[in-house]
T-cell receptor, first 115, second 115 residues
Framework: GENVEQHPSTLSVQEGDSAVIKCTYS??????FPWYKQELGKRPQLIID?????GEKKDQRIAVTLNKTAKHFSLHITETQPEDSAVYFC??????????????FGPGTSLSVIP | EAGVAQSPRYKIIEKRQSVAFWCNPI?????LYWYQQILGQGPKLLIQ????????DSQLPKDRFSAERLKGVDSTLKIQPAKLEDSAVYLC?????????????FGPGTRLTVT
């Protein structure tokens, strides 16, 4: 079945350094790739997304890249700050049949930014 | 706009008891999802509704879990009887398609502890 893998499972970086989280997906029909940030005890919130017809997207300190051929996509956070500490989930979504969107989440990456 | 509402926020029950969760999605969102999030893992889809019809319940343990979405708005998720391994956060989300992509909005979740 469809599967999304995510690495690393935990990541610690010094404040100001960059953080990179990588995901791979199995279903070549996937066409939409959102990233969610979940702070401790809170709900997941969308931070950035990318469609399959785009290779890269940037929003301030956050960027996402997509390699459709290799079926992997990555989240890049630059100039990390302590408030970036959270669990980050990637997801892959595809149209299932004609009627609805099927979303598969990765297992998450726990990011710690050390002041 | 108002977000996704869920209740209760916390619930503690003994194994073999039953429990029900309620979700009110964002107005106008046709798609509603119930996820189970076990500590340290990504959200796992239990059931997905498109308006008031089920489009995906492949990972719902149907011998003990049931869900309904009457009139295509509010939804309830029930567990009967509960097992220890059902301890998790149950997240409700809703979405509306925007062109080729969409954004899932998550509720605050219900933290279930089965003892």
């Amino acid at each position: 079945g469809e599967n999304v893998e995510q690495h690393p499972s935990t990541l610690s970086v010094q404040e100001g350094d960059s953080a990179v989280i990588k995901c791979t997906y199995s279903d070549s029909a996937s066409n939409y790739f959102p990233w969610y940030k979940q702070e401790l005890g809170k709900r997941p919130q969308l931070i950035i997304d990318i469609r399959s017809n785009v290779g890269e997207k940037k929003d301030q300190r956050i960027a996402v890249t997509l390699n459709k051929t290799a079926k992997h996509f990555s989240l890049h956070i630059t100039e990390t700050q302590p408030e970036d500490s959270a669990v980050y989930f990637c997801a892959a979504s595809m149209k299932s049949g004609t009627s609805y969107d099927k979303v598969i989440f990765g297992p998450g990456t726990s990011l710690s930014v050390i002041p | 706009e108002a977000g996704v509402a869920q209740s209760p926020r916390y619930k503690i029950i003994e194994k073999r008891q039953s429990v029900a969760f309620w979700c009110n999605p964002i107005s106008g969102h046709a798609t509603l999802y119930w996820y189970q999030q076990i500590l340290g893992q990504g959200p796992k889809l239990l059931i997905q509704f498109q308006n008031n019809g089920v489009v995906d319940d492949s990972q719902l343990p149907k011998d003990r879990f049931s869900a309904e979405r009457l009139k295509g708005v509010d939804s309830t998720l029930k567990i009967q009887p509960a097992k220890l391994e059902d301890s998790a956060v149950y997240l409700c989300a809703s979405s509306v398609r925007l062109g080729d992509s969409y954004e899932q909005y998550f509720g605050p979740g219900t933290r279930l502890t089965v003892t």
